[in-house]
Nanobody, 125 residues
Framework: VQLQESGPGLVKPSQTLSLTCTVS??????????WSWIRQAPGKGLEWMGA???????YDSPSLKSRTSISRDNAKNTVYLQMNSLKFEDTGIYYC??????????????????WGQGTQVTVSS
């Protein structure tokens, strides 16, 4: 399974970020797989942003749910991330990842089987 993130590299503060994760070699509706967005700010650790399950169920990060939305297009085998009201501290590398979970998205980074290469997002005026 290959995941490829795409989106604008540079966004202004207060604008909306839209990222696309194109999946190949596997289906986003494969049972018990969760498709998550993770980010890493400069000098900081990984941060889980949310997930969409094989079933379409959504899982939000409490700290980001007011600004983020995850969706998918089954026909295109694609997962999307939208994040509004961007701030300078949203700068970082954004990853699309996939992992198996019996009932919830994986909690450990090692449990995510597939990772995209990441896409740099810079918030700057």
């Amino acid at each position: 399974v290959q995941l490829q993130e795409s989106g604008p590299g540079l966004v202004k503060p207060s604008q909306t970020l839209s990222l696309t994760c194109t999946v190949s070699g596997g289906s986003i509706t494969t049972n018990y797989y969760y498709w998550s967005w993770i980010r890493q700010a400069p000098g900081k650790g990984l941060e889980w942003m949310g997930a969409i399950a094989y079933s379409g169920s959504l899982y939000d990060s409490p700290s980001l749910k007011s600004r983020t939305s995850i969706s998918r297009d089954n026909a295109k085998n694609t997962v999307y991330l939208q994040m509004n009201s961007l701030k300078f501290e949203d700068t970082g590398i954004y990853y699309c990842v996939a992992g198996y979970g019996p009932g919830l998205p994986p909690l450990e980074w090692d449990d995510y089987d597939f990772w995209g290469q990441g896409t740099q997002v810079t918030v700057s005026s």
